[in-house]
């Protein structure tokens, strides 16, 4: 089983930027597609974006398309998300997941996923 830990959040005003890393064991990293998902205060998760193993492919939430870029690095098993940008509405919990799946440009948690503890990202006006 996979163990996912983030870092990287915290507070920032309103236009900052802010990088989140997503570091996991096991053997199968460089293989599996990644993502990252945000629950805001008294909203549902939801879907941020993605990355295919092997960097190839790339989808984004709408809203934050052109503000964020999801990458990865398989030599160190992580996965990052660069938050360009930001508005008091990206204020979440941000969490890693692994292997989720996809129809089309919008993913899921998938049944044989695993999530991160989730960084907490607070973004002031």
């Known amino acids: 089983q996979v163990q996912l830990v983030e870092s990287g959040g915290g507070l920032v005003q309103a236009g900052g930027s802010l990088r989140l890393s997503c570091a996991a064991s096991?053997?199968?990293?460089?293989?599996?597609?990644m993502g990252w998902f945000r629950q805001g205060p008294g909203k549902e998760r939801e879907f941020v974006a993605v990355?295919?193993?092997?960097?190839?492919?790339?989808y984004y939430a709408d809203s934050v398309k052109g503000r964020f870029t999801i990458s990865r690095d398989n030599a160190k098993n992580t996965v990052f998300l660069q938050m360009n940008s930001l508005k008091p509405e990206d204020t979440a919990v941000y969490y890693c997941?692994?292997?989720?799946?996809?129809?089309?440009?919008?993913?899921?948690?998938?049944?044989?996923?695993?999530w991160g503890q989730g960084t907490q990202v607070t973004v002031s006006s």
């Open positions: 997941y692994f292997g989720p799946y996809c129809l089309g440009p919008v993913c899921y948690p998938s049944p044989s996923g695993s």
């Open positions: 096991g053997r199968t990293f460089s293989s599996t597609t």
């Open positions: 990355i295919t193993w092997n960097g190839g492919t790339r």
